[in-house]
């Protein structure tokens, strides 16, 4: 099977944008996805670049993807994250994950990053296996964390009175 | 007791040097630590920076910190993760650590970011009881991944051949 990797261009966040939402059905979230093709071609292609994606391609259709971006290790500095790695379900378990997968460790190690990190649903034994297998470490003891608009507004406006 | 917060300078990363060694000894990790005070400072305070802090000053001495920077959630957009939440040992207990998590919320929230994340080990149970308290989620089953500089390097030489 042939398919091409290669940086993503605006009109590919239409097809982006449908592969977030398979994984976020895959992980049972599909009302999750809040972010519109506008906000991913304004975020990811302006000025102030928030993320960067990487596309495989097959016969002019988007079939895989992956999206990072950089963030800070207090321990190793500057490191990259993988916030996301999509293949369409009907073409996994052809190397297109490995793929890009290994672009975006390359593109770590040529541009200076000391790490890349990402996070793995504890159920996706497959993904952890992989993972593993490549010399990366999965943390059984750190949780992940985070506090959404509304209830950060809601902290805010009891933390004020 | 009183403190006052404020955006850090260069001059004070020796001292959040400090704090992130005593983080790093709390989680058992003492030798983990390879920044340098030189790092922090071009990493934090060049024209392309990689990530902010407040500091909480108290007489003149720094005794705690926040450090945070951007990320990008494909289903929430633009976020911020913040790193290292540190008060020193000898100043716990005295509301520092929830002025500067609020004031990392509240800067979130003044620059239109939708989350913030950050990560916890899961035998702090008093810090996990307060995140849960301000209106955050813990999610067990996410597991945090991480490849490191050398591993990386490995798995790239040996992918090629």
Known sequence: MSYKLRNASPED??????????LAEFENQPDAVEV?????INDGFKEKRSFSV???EKNNEIV???????RYSTWKGRSLHLEDLIVKKEFRGKGIGTAL???VLKYADQNGYKRVAWEVLDWNKVAI????STGAR????????????????DY????KS
């Open 36 to 40: 519109t093709v506008n906000d991913l």
């Open 101 to 103: 997968y290994t672009a």
């Open 129 to 132: 296996d992989f993972y593993l």
């Open 138 to 153: 999965v943390f059984d003891d750190w949780r992940v964390a985070q506090i959404e608009e509304k209830a950060m507004k």
């Open 13 to 22: 966040m239409n097809s982006v944008l449908d592969l977030i939402r398979e």
């Open 54 to 56: 990487i596309v495989a």
């Open 64 to 70: 895989g993807m992956a999206l990072f971006y950089p």
């Open 156 to 159: 805010l406006k009891k933390t």
